[in-house]
């Protein structure tokens, strides 16, 4: 009964964390850019580093181009996974919430 406690637990807080990094899909360019210089604060410079390649990679010139071209699949996970490390999209959702 404990196990399964946590499990849902994790699982709750899993979807949170998902849900909210979402909504960084649905923001207006001004709040995003924002947010996104918020997480950036917060996050480790490896994270940072991986935003600044995954912005050339992309072919963007800021951070808000890049969460807009990993927003327009229907994965953002799979999509973040392709840029960054797990413990790094952690961060990224830690930052976020």
């Known amino acids: 009964m404990k196990a399964f406690m946590v499990l849902a637990l994790l699982a709750t807080f899993a979807a949170v964390s998902t849900a909210h990094h979402l909504e960084l ?3 207006q360019d001004e709040q995003l850019k924002t947010e996104l210089q918020c997480i950036g604060l917060h996050i480790s410079p490896e994270a940072n580093q991986s935003f600044d390649k995954a ?3 992309l072919g963007c010139r800021d951070r808000s181009c890049v969460a807009r071209k990993l927003c327009t699949g229907n994965d953002l996970e799979s999509a973040m996974a392709a840029h960054f490390t797990k413990a790094q ?3 990224i959702h830690n ?3």
Request: aromatic share 0%.
């Open 55 to 57: 912005l050339k990679t």
């Open 89 to 91: 999209i952690t961060e």
């Open 25 to 27: 899909c649905k923001k």
């Open 95 to 97: 930052a976020a919430t």
